[in-house]
């Protein structure tokens, strides 16, 4: 399988031919339609919802040792050419204190995670966390949370821009007095805002994306809630006013927790997550009662099993705890 390399200003694209895109799509794998009717959702006990699927990452490069990617952030396109395929962050290294470079990198996968079709590489020396899928406008865009250099980024996706980054989009922490390094990343699309969490502490930021000014400060996890660890990555669901976050520590099943913005509680939402003990980015799929999840098991030498894999799991729940 060749590569065919785009250079374009500066960066390179890297489209993986032979990706049977027309194939892929008509083995009907079209991106759902995700996030709506939260507010129906109940919550779910500390058993955690059933595993249905566990998938290894595709190699990001031929003969990648450990296999796959170290996963980062998740989300899924939702038009155009690549319409259901994943948007995955990767942190660039390979394994935990093996000195590997950060070579942080946003990878698009076919929607069954069998190949990495496109390869859009991050800021030099900087991880690549929180992906967020912005589906404004007329065609989708990709932000991503660039840790290091304390920087959110906006990607084309589709074009003669394709893997080029929208400069006068990027938003800098440091410009609204924010120090740190980016990492969750949601996009809300009913206030026009980026909402952005740190590698360290338990704070959300809320940062218009034309208003290019701080709207909101959210402190995640109440007192007593006893969190498993700092909150990693997030999704936002604009009609229940819910945000969600990733929790666990190396080694242990992680968790995702809900933040309810209108009511301020914050619970556990699926909890104890089978196999998934080196927790990143998910993706929820409410219309079909699925969840997604990134783990870095390959990266992490404490996770078991020790893969760099995804993760589905069935959340179908009663609608009968109502949100709020």
Partial sequence: MSDLTMRISRRRFVVR?????????????????????????????????????????????PGRAPPGFTGTGLDRIARGDWSGYWVVGDDGRLKEGDGSPLRGAIHIVAPDWSRVVATIPGA????????????????????AACSATGTVRRYDLYGEDAGRERVADRIDLADFGIAG??????????TDTVLVSLYQGNKVYRIGRETERLVETITLGVEGTNLDSTPDHLVYDAPSR????????????????????????????????DQCQAIEGFYIDADHSLLTVVSDGGFHVSARPPRNQALTYRIGLPKTVAAG
């Fill in 17 to 61: 031919s032979g990706m049977g895109l027309a194939g892929l799509l008509a083995l009907g794998f079209a991106a759902p339609v995700a996030y709506s009717d939260l507010r129906n959702r109940g919550l779910l006990g500390p058993k955690g919802p059933p595993l249905i699927a566990a998938r290894p990452l595709p190699d990001s490069a």
């Fill in 124 to 143: 030099p020396g900087a991880s690549l966390q929180g992906v967020a899928v912005d589906r404004s406008g007329e065609i989708d865009t990709v932000w």
């Fill in 181 to 190: 390094s980016a990492n969750g990343l949601a996009i809300d699309l009913s």
């Fill in 242 to 273: 819910r945000l969600f976050y990733s929790v666990g520590r190396n080694g242990r099943n992680g968790s995702i927790r809900s933040y309810d913005l209108a009511g301020g509680r914050d619970v556990v939402a699926f909890a104890n997550l």
